[in-house]
């Protein structure tokens, strides 16, 4: 199995990308492929490891970042690292992608050079969320598409909940619709027609509809929306988290005794921390394409880089495009 890694997209690129790559290659005994400025990796993995066995490197000498317009970027920079890591999985040189770069040039590339799956009108980025009660639930749409019809939503039920089977390891995925209350009647026209298809389903486990204030319950394995829905969602969670970790940090350090409470409840909030940060999930799949490509986050460290991987090598390991392929079809 061969992944390739966007070495020169995110952040923290191309440090943590070689870095997350060597630990993926020693942790899952796989073989990557860094595509990028092959003289500044030589040197980054010159300087953290003897052994660059199962590590290969496409050079690239372009980066297309987040102020390129993502469809132009993709056509113009032939020689970036991103349209170099897209063609060699179109060309059947590495199984799986990751990219930390542009959300935009990545599914824009996706959808030009890899391509989208016959039967699936609109790819989708499916988003963990970790939940209370220790587990993730698969968000989709978080992004990729705002304007949406109900057979989109119902094409991303049922990427959902092969991923959500396959590399989540969840047998029987509780799939939700998110909705402004959980009646069946409640919402706008491509909610109600959503459900309709979802509840008449055999295909998934169709549990109705969620609020957004009972996502992080864990409730649902699985909760549907249109992109625009997904992201508001998304970044809501996302800066209430940021907030109110600042605010508790604040109130914790505010006097002499709130310290001495901070340091006793200090492994307490370490394993709350942990359980809501991006790194340790890796990255959100762009179901519905030709390859399994995993975009991680654009501030991934080198441990969210490693994880991305793992989530590309559990998908081609899975067979996740042709499952996905194979129940749209008998849909």
């Known amino acids: 199995m061969k992944i390739i890694v966007d070495a020169m997209g995110g952040d923290h690129a191309p440090e943590s990308t070689v870095l997350g790559s060597i ?3 020693d942790e899952y005994g796989i073989n990557v492929i860094l595509s990028g400025n092959e003289q500044i990796i030589k040197k980054i993995l010159d300087k953290n490891t003897r052994d660059t066995k199962n590590i290969d490197i496409i050079n690239a000498e372009e980066i297309i970042t987040n102020d ?8 113009k920079k032939k020689d970036s690292s991103l349209v170099k890591a897209l063609t060699a999985v179109k060309e059947n040189e590495a ?30 980025i499916c988003t963990n969320i970790p939940n209370t009660v220790g ?3 698969l968000l989709i749409d978080s992004g990729a598409n705002v304007d949406c019809k109900a057979a989109y939503l119902y094409d991303f039920a049922i990427m959902a909940n092969i991923y959500s089977q396959k590399v989540m390891g969840i047998e029987s995925p509780i799939i939700s619709l998110a909705n402004i209350g959980t009646e069946e009647g409640k919402g706008d026209q491509l909610t109600k027609e959503t459900y309709e298809l979802l509840k008449n389903s055999k295909l ?8 957004s204030r009972e996502i992080l319950q864990g409730s649902a394995d699985v909760i549907v929306c249109d992109g625009f829905i997904g992201n508001m969602i998304l970044k809501t969670l996302e800066g209430t988290a940021i907030e109110l970790m600042k605010a508790l940090k604040k109130e914790l350090s505010s006097s002499f005794r709130t310290k ?18 991006f790194n340790e999930i890796g990255g959100a799949p762009l179901l519905g394409l030709k390859a399994p490509v995993i975009k991680a986050h654009g501030s991934s460290s080198d441990i969210a880089i490693k994880n991305a991987i793992r989530q590309a090598k559990l998908c081609v390991e899975n067979n996740v495009v042709k499952l996905i392929e194979e129940s749209i079809v008998k849909k």
Request: glycine share 12%; hydrophobic share 45%; with cysteine.
């Open 135 to 137: 587990g993730y639930s």
């Open 23 to 25: 630990k993926a290659r």
């Open 95 to 124: 199984d799986a992608i990751v990219s930390a770069g542009s959300t935009g040039a990545l599914l824009s590339g996706g959808l030009i050079v890899i391509g989208r799956m016959d039967e699936i009108e609109r790819p989708a």
């Open 204 to 211: 998934i486990n169709f549990c109705g509809n969620i609020e």
């Open 68 to 75: 390129d317009k993502p469809v132009l970027a993709i056509k």
């Open 260 to 277: 001495i409470g901070a340091a006793l409840a200090m492994p307490a909030l370490s394993n709350l921390k942990k359980m809501f940060d």
